[in-house]
């Protein structure tokens, strides 16, 4: 193992670059750009013997991607905000295809009106497509996650393509001291690709993306859930190995001072670490606090964010995405449903915790340390009777 100095985008890229990746269909949208000329360098100087395509929209590179990735060749694309926006048919049908690619996701915000900066409106517009997805807090966990994800996405029990989310500029520009695997500890653990699929063998011909109709439908998506299920146990497994060899324990969430707190943020991404420096203040001050990381968004992790809330009595989520259900932000309602399901099953579970939602960070409205200050002083003096909150709202 050794230490290197990284942006966001490079460690992703150097990731791709160790875990072998043969084929990278690319279209250049900010943030995101920088993965693929990373990437590209690392071609040019002899690092890795790949395929860097050139296509002409998004919309191209995750098609490229799918038939690369049933071709039997390990596949990875990188892209951001309205660019995932123009993959969004061929999100599904990736999905569907079984194609387990790997993308690097820059998350930034969909255009309209125009902005470049960072929050999740892109990543959760994707949430629902079969993808499995992971989040990363800084730039260790974009080299992990991008590593553990192609393990999981390449399972033979999971077959299902993986976005690897980070926050563009705030992650993917920033300069972090990253601890790196050798190359070939990388090469062994991942090991070759086989996707048990290969358009381009005409010894063994498949069919591959035939009309689906009633008779058959309904199976084969009741499959994609079985397989995103079983990715949640691959999860477990591949975690161990990985600790084994970095000496990291990668979990599906992230908890920090959660085990007696009875007041706990629950986020996703880089704003988890403006909490954790937070949580260590007022602890310091006696106060029962703590903060969650949700690093595996799907499949969602439920039962592992039950068990870390057995003592929690205030809950505020944090979502950077704007909602227009009026009901709050995809996180907060994935929270509110695992929270009535603990309730139905458990009756001895307090009636009285309260849950809020605070919605921050559009447009990469900055949130810093005395506006998680202020949730907390919220949540604490109980005045968070409302359920959705907007921070920095001017």
Known sequence: RWRQSLVGNNAAANALRQIGVEVFPSFPITPSTEIPEYFSKYIAEGKILSNLILVESEHSAMSAAIGSALSNARTATATSSNGLAYMWEMLHIAA???????????????????NIHNDHSDAMGMKDTGWIMLFSKNNQDVYDNTIIGTMIAENSSVLLPIAICQDGFITSHSIENIEILEDDEVTKLVGKYNNNVNLLDKENPVTVGPLDLPTHLFEHKRLQV???????????????????????????????MVEDAETVIIAIGSTAETIEEVVERRRKNGEKVGVIHVRMFRPFPKEEILSALKNVKNIAVMDKVMDYSLNGGP???????????MKEK???VDKNIIVSNYIYGIGGRDIGVDDIEGIFEDILDGSNNEKIKYVGLK
Do not use: W
Request: proline share 3%.
């Open 96 to 114: 569907s295809m079984r194609a387990p690619i790997i993308m690097e996701l820059v998350c930034r915000s969909i255009s309209g009106p125009l």
């Open 346 to 348: 458990n009756k001895d």
């Open 226 to 256: 079985e397989a995103l299920a079983n990715a949640k146990k691959v999860f477990k497994e591949i975690s161990e190995k990985y600790e084994k060899i970095s000496g990291r324990k990668i979990n599906m969430i992230d908890t920090y």
């Open 331 to 341: 996180l907060y309602k994935e929270i509110i449903s695992a929270i009535y399901d």
